[in-house]
């Protein structure tokens, strides 16, 4: 973990030089000197404020996680409290946010899933991320829904969400973000009452004059 009193604009140069390794070579070839070289910093001050590696790979993840949580926060921001059905799909927005779309992120997410089964900080992070997206939907389908049926529609909610970024990323096209709201809302319309989607046209017609 980084030092208190970290340099509050080196921290993010040498997290930002982590992903842009990453994106170039890889996990295993984001060497300690070579995210330093790239962040134009000696590798004894990665080793000073993170401990190493293993250190600034998760300063970096709990940034990436961070923002991604904003951008959920922001999506849900903008949509009408009364909007179920809208804040399902704001959700859904927030985790294909354009900052988790970019290429050195994307590599250091697909780094940090399969290496977060052998790392025990890495896969407490994991939990943390899974449990936040969970709460979310599961707060908004509880509203409308018994909890037992709002608990599994929420997992599967977040099934969808992260098999369809993982084969988005997996393909040279990338990842579909309006795909990715397509398919859900497909499948919200088989799960959910009428009447919430109803009331989400009406609302977002509404929001539009």
Known sequence: MPKVGMDKVRKPQLIQATMQVIDEVGFHGASVALI?????VSPGIIN???????????????SVLQDLSVGVREQLALTDPND????IKAIVRGN????????????????FWAHAMHHPMLFRLQRVNEKRLLSHLRLELKRALPA???DFI??????LIDGIWLRGAL??????TGLALGIITDYLEHQLPRELFERHQRLTSESIN
């Open 171 to 176: 393909n040279p096209e990338g990842i579909n």
């Open 148 to 150: 037992e049926r709002a």
């Open 48 to 62: 000073h404020y993170f401990g190493g590696k293993d250190g600034l790979i998760e300063a970096t993840m709990r």
């Open 96 to 111: 294909f946010d354009p900052r988790q779309l970019d290429s050195g992120v994307v590599k250091t997410w697909l780094a």
């Open 154 to 159: 929420s997992k599967a909610i977040a099934a």
């Open 36 to 40: 330093g070289r790239t962040a134009n």
């Open 84 to 87: 179920i059905v809208g804040r």
